[in-house]
Each structure stands twice: as structure tokens, then as C-alpha cells.
Nanobody
Framework: EVQLQASGGGLVQPGGSLRLSCAASGFTFGSVDMAWVRQAPGKQPEWVSSIDSGSNTYYSDSVKGRFAISRDDAKKTPYLEMNNLKPEDTALYSC?????????????????????WGQGTLVTVSS
């Protein structure tokens, strides 16, 4: 059974930083591309960043230069380092699988019917 559990969210002031983690299990993590997605209240889900099995990284324009994605295959964990946070970054952040390797081929993640999204962690950016 595929399980993805994000953690590390919280309340942070604008300009602050947070590091998110996602504990993954139930699949061969090291060979799977991974993504972070977010959903703000009342809005559609938005792709944030992806990392492929070779650790090549991809970012949405809204977070490029501020966020950094990484992965530790031994720990089966992708990370999202978020810096210079803005109020518009407030959302529920989840990690997801990218079994079809969409991000590495097209530069942007688009989930397939075979992908999994985990339970998210809430990030609130407010003064």
C-alpha cells in the first residue's frame, strides 16, 4: 500500500522559512519521480516542484528561486525547503508520486490516474 505523509508545516511570518518532509512507503522510492503540490483555500490544486529519480529538479514560476526540492533515497523522503515565504504561499502542501515521469519530459507535473497524493501539511504565512 502506497503511503505518503507530509510534515513540517506551521505558521510562519512573511520572509520566513520552513522545511517540509514526506515519509514515503509502499513502492520502490528510489526509482520514482516525486512532486510537491499545494492547494490554497478555495482554489484548485497547484503544482509546486518535482524531482526525478536522478535528482534533477523542476519548479513552477511562482516558487522558482525561493523553494528547493531534494530527496534522500535511503530515507525514502522528499523534502521541500521554502524560503522567503509570502502570504500567497499559504496552502495545504502534499507530496505525490509521478510514476509516468511527466515532469522530466514536459517540465511540469500533471498527475496520472496511477499517481498517489499523500495527506498534506498546512503552511500558513501571516504576520
Amino acid at each position: 500500500e502506497v503511503q505518503l505523509q507530509a510534515s513540517g508545516g506551521g505558521l510562519v511570518q512573511p520572509g520566513g522559512s520552513l522545511r517540509l518532509s514526506c515519509a514515503a512507503s509502499g513502492f520502490t522510492f528510489g526509482s520514482v519521480d516525486m512532486a510537491w503540490v499545494r492547494q490554497a483555500p478555495g482554489k484548485q490544486p497547484e503544482w509546486v516542484s518535482s524531482i526525478d529519480s536522478g535528482s534533477n529538479t523542476y519548479y513552477s514560476d511562482s516558487v522558482k528561486g525561493r523553494f528547493a526540492i531534494s530527496r534522500d533515497d535511503a530515507k525514502k523522503t522528499p523534502y521541500l525547503e521554502m524560503n522567503n515565504l509570502k502570504p500567497e504561499d499559504t496552502a495545504l502542501y502534499s507530496c505525490a508520486t509521478d510514476f509516468e515521469r511527466v515532469a522530466r519530459y514536459f517540465g511540469k507535473y500533471n498527475p496520472s490516474e496511477n499517481d498517489y497524493w499523500g495527506q498534506g501539511t498546512l503552511v500558513t504565512v501571516s504576520s
